[in-house]
């Protein structure tokens, strides 16, 4: 299978503080990848550094092909204004900026598919609701929503289902694999490790530099999941 | 003279009412919606900052070339700038947020316009830069403001999608597109261009409230921000409208007056308006309250 990004001995971070250091490894075209680690590991900043909002300190991150241009990111919810005086129709209609730009109305075509996912995320009664009016599950399920319209070939998604129910999770995880079998790259940072296990092929484990990277099965082992939380508490550093 | 004819005799008889009423209206269409988006980029002390680093480019001009408006315009543009760009660097270069450079940098900027003008001018020159004089609008002044507003709100529209995502999801706006910080560089300019020319109604200091107290306002009757936008721009109007006939009849300064009828407004909206005003809330929890002793008393019954 071909690479749709490789990171060669990368190190990102700031001019004061270094995050992830020293990372190789490469993310397969179609893959479903978690990405994993204690708190403090790297894993956003990685996805960050990724987008090229992080400085790469060394090393070389490359997109394979065209897939530069073509990645849709979801931050996490504290990571926007949900307070923003904004329908939540407006928001997840966001998703098609590259299609619409700044100043091109709303097709027909492009009204359909956004009401399309509006009813994949089952908000399709909330399309009028004000977004500061959503609960926590439902603004997720908008960010999804949001994605969907965007139509990308990779799928970058810091943290999509902290704080939520095991229902709602176990939809917008079904959305996940429904990109996967689509033949999308998905790339999600994630805390739940048995969800990872359960859904995630490939996972990497992340503690400041990369522990493991692999099939979820053989990365998620005791010994790695303890290297990796004494490596992000200092010990081995 | 009858209550009517009070209301618009004024502008009727005299051309200087007119010329401030028009100065004033035109400042009220850039103004509100420009602080519509400073409360919603949370920066609404960054207008009063920036006002207040205008000064310096404003006291040169004056230096410079007297009492010209052109001169005064392109030395407020220029500090403006150089303030808000020195305060972006010393937040990319340093630890320090962007705030707390601006603070920095605006405070050194007002100490520097105060010395300067004060060094030629007298109390009156520092006053009317200050507090603006919109009772004696020019046509040159007219013209600047007019079409200060006109590039404004045309520049407004044109930017208006990539404002709000700018706003609203920044990342989400970087991640799809480099418009962001052309966006933001934009918007500053805007702000500075809307001061600049607002200095000449309403003096440095006063063009704030013209600009944040009827958007703090329009928060309390519309929800969108198109109908925020579109009540600010009112309310600036009517604001000025009002307080240039409390002016005229109680023979006070115009500026303050009309600043002092946008905090009026703001009074009222915070205390009557539908989008969370106070007495709306304060009749949600009456009804509430009624319901629930019904609930009580019904409860009560139905054990009897």
Redesign the interface.
């Known amino acids: 299978m071909s690479s749709v990004i490789e990171l060669d001995e990368i190190c990102l971070g700031w001019r004061?503080k270094m995050a992830v250091r020293d990372l190789s490894g490469r993310f397969l075209r179609g893959s479903l990848t978690a990405v994993v680690g204690p708190n403090g590991a790297g894993k956003s900043t990685l996805l960050r550094g990724i987008?090229g909002?992080v400085s790469l300190l060394a090393g070389r991150i490359r997109f394979c092909g065209r897939s530069g241009d073509d990645?849709?990111?979801m931050?996490q919810q504290g990571?926007?204004?949900a307070s923003?005086?904004?329908?939540t129709r407006e928001?997840v209609a966001?998703g098609a900026?590259?299609r619409v730009g700044?100043?091109r109305g709303f097709s027909f075509r492009e009204r359909d598919r956004l009401e399309e996912a509006l009813a994949a995320v089952g908000l399709a009664d909330f399309g009028r609701r004000?977004l500061a009016t959503l609960s926590g599950g439902q603004l997720q399920r908008a960010l999804f929503a949001?994605l969907m319209l965007h139509d990308a070939d990779i799928y970058m998604l810091d943290e999509p289902f902290s704080a939520l129910d095991r229902a709602t999770t176990e939809d917008l995880m079904a959305l996940l694999e429904a990109w996967h079998a689509q033949g999308k790259t998905v790339i999600a940072v994630l805390h739940d490790l048995d969800l990872v296990r359960k859904h995630f092929p490939q996972t990497l484990l992340l503690a400041g530099q990369g522990v493991a990277w692999g099939p979820t099965e053989d990365v998620l082992t005791p010994e790695n999941l303890h290297l990796a939380r004494h490596l992000c508490a200092g010990d081995y550093l | 003279m009858n209550g009517i004819e009070a209301l618009y005799l004024p502008f009727a008889e005299f051309g200087f009412m007119r010329r401030a009423m028009a100065g004033a209206f035109a400042l009220s269409l850039a103004a509100g919606p420009l602080g519509v988006f400073l409360i919603l980029r949370r920066m609404s002390l960054m207008g009063d900052a920036m006002a207040h680093a205008i000064l310096p480019g404003v006291a040169v001009g004056f230096l410079t070339a007297g009492l010209s408006i052109t001169a005064m315009t392109i030395g407020g543009m220029v500090t403006g700038l150089v303030v808000a760009l020195l305060a972006a660097a010393v937040s990319r270069l340093t630890p320090q947020r962007e705030d707390a450079s601006f603070a920095a940098f605006y405070l050194m900027s007002l100490g520097v316009g105060v010395l300067l003008i004060s060094l030629r001018g007298g109390n009156m020159e520092l006053i009317h830069v200050l507090f603006g004089s919109v009772l004696a609008l020019d046509d040159a002044a007219l013209m600047l403001v007019s079409s200060a507003s006109s590039v404004t709100l045309l520049a407004l529209a044109i930017i208006y999608r990539p404002l709000v995502l700018e706003c609203l999801d920044p990342l989400f706006l970087r991640s799809e597109s480099r418009a962001g910080p052309v966006v933001h560089a934009v918007f500053l300019m805007l702000l500075v261009l809307t001061l600049v020319s607002g200095f000449q109604v309403l003096g440095t200091l006063m063009v704030v409230g013209i600009m944040m107290l009827p958007a703090a306002a329009a928060r309390f009757w519309a929800i969108s921000v198109v109908g925020q936008m579109a009540i600010a721009a009112f309310g600036g109007a009517f604001s000025s409208y009002v307080g240039l006939l409390l002016s005229y009849y109680a023979n006070v300064p115009a500026s303050p007056a009309i600043i002092l009828c946008a905090g009026i407004v703001y009074f009222l909206s915070v205390t009557f308006g539908l989008q969370g005003g106070l007495w709306q809330a304060a009749r949600r929890a009456h009804a509430r309250s009624l319901r629930l002793s019904r609930n009580r008393e019904r409860d009560v019954l139905g054990k009897q």
């Open positions: 004061d987008m909002w990645v849709a990111f931050p990571d926007f204004d923003f005086p904004i329908t928001f966001m900026w590259r700044p100043w004000p949001r």
